[in-house]
């Protein structure tokens, strides 16, 4: 794991639940826009905006939106002030949700927009590999931490299931109460990152992590 990254984040809406559909690996996909606030703004005007506009759509598949803001973070992984992530179940449905708010969420983005500036848009595909033990609710606050990871030699895929549940059993052995997700690029991702994926690891206070 090369650089570690705190963001604490704020749950914010929940357009249609994302329940675990029991397989092998509970599997979503993601879109995270990071941003700049503009001047005189600051983070609560934009959670003020989502809770009062983004909270009006009736998105056609379900959606969960968060606000993540950088607590711990290296001079390289920083550069913004405030992160999107919103969260479907697969790649058609975050399609088919785009594909609505093209059309009908015009208004409420460019209200976004009067608030922040952002600088990359990127999609993602995340693989669950342990589940928190609650259940998130409007206006949690959260923290994530961030790891870069790469495959060692003669590694791949085939070889995480297993490992999963040694460090499953460890993470129960000490308590640990949030989840640990697997975060692979797609579309908009850096295209010269060297490393193969992320590791999200969920922690329910400061204390905790």
């Known amino acids: 794991m090369k650089k570690l990254t705190i963001i604490t984040i704020t749950f914010l809406a929940s357009f249609g639940i994302l329940a675990d559909d029991h397989e092998a690996y509970r599997t979503v996909t993601g879109e995270v826009l990071q941003c700049n606030l ?51 179940f697969n790649n058609v449905d975050m399609g088919t949700t785009l594909d609505w708010f093209y059309e009908n969420g015009t208004k409420v983005f460019s209200k976004w927009q009067n608030l922040v500036d952002c600088s990359s848009w ?45 460090w499953n059993s460890y993470l129960d052995s000490i308590g640990h109460t949030g989840g640990v997700w697997r975060w692979w690029p797609g579309g908009g991702s850096d295209t010269t990152a060297s490393n193969d994926f992320y590791i999200n690891i969920g922690f329910n206070s400061m204390a905790e992590y």
């Open 38 to 88: 503009k001047d005189g703004k600051d983070v609560d005007d934009v959670l003020k905006m989502v809770k009062k506009d983004w909270y009006e759509l009736e998105y056609p598949a379900p959606y969960e939106g968060w606000v993540l803001t950088p607590t711990l973070f290296s001079s390289t992984d920083g550069g913004y002030d405030l992160a999107w992530a919103g969260f479907t």
């Open 122 to 166: 990127s999609h993602w595909d995340i693989f669950e590999a342990r589940t928190p033990t609650g259940d998130f609710e409007e206006g949690d606050q959260n923290y994530w931490a961030f790891s870069s990871c790469s495959f060692k030699e003669g590694k791949g895929v085939s070889d995480l299931m297993e490992n999963d549940k040694v």
